[in-house]
Nanobody
Framework: VQLVESGGGLVQAGGSLRLSCAAS????????MGWYRQAPGKQRELVAT????????NYADSVKGRFTISRDKYKNTMYLQMNSLKPEDTAVYYC?????????WGQGTQVTVSS
């Protein structure tokens, strides 16, 4: 499974961005996908996940009500709509896919929120 993120950038606090993650390869093996982020000097943390079956979603408390994860199965693409962005959302955002117990990662996309 190969993952390529896009859509990061610089935005002012209160603004919005939409991240995309295009998956290729053995995508039929994927059980779930998700977004993680890592801020400078901090550990990588879960942002949101979505299952491949019925599309159940899960969010970190810090983004609930502001971020929405979704997927287009036909395009093998996952999205993260980020609204009401805060400076503390600044991080490198990584796309993740789990398949047969193995985790695949994208290269990451930088999101910077200015105050």
């Amino acid at each position: 499974v190969q993952l390529v993120e896009s859509g990061g950038g610089l935005v002012q606090a209160g603004g919005s961005l939409r991240l995309s993650c295009a998956a290729s390869g053995s995508t039929f093996r994927m059980n779930a996908m998700g977004w993680y982020r890592q801020a400078p000097g901090k550990q990588r943390e879960l942002v949101a996940t979505i299952t491949s079956g019925i599309g159940s979603t899960n969010y970190a408390d810090s983004v609930k009500g502001r971020f929405t994860i979704s997927r287009d199965k036909y395009k093998n693409t996952m999205y993260l709509q980020m609204n009401s962005l805060k400076p503390e959302d600044t991080a490198v955002y990584y796309c993740n896919a789990e398949a047969l117990g193995y985790h695949y990662w994208g290269q990451g996309t930088q999101v910077t929120v200015s105050s």
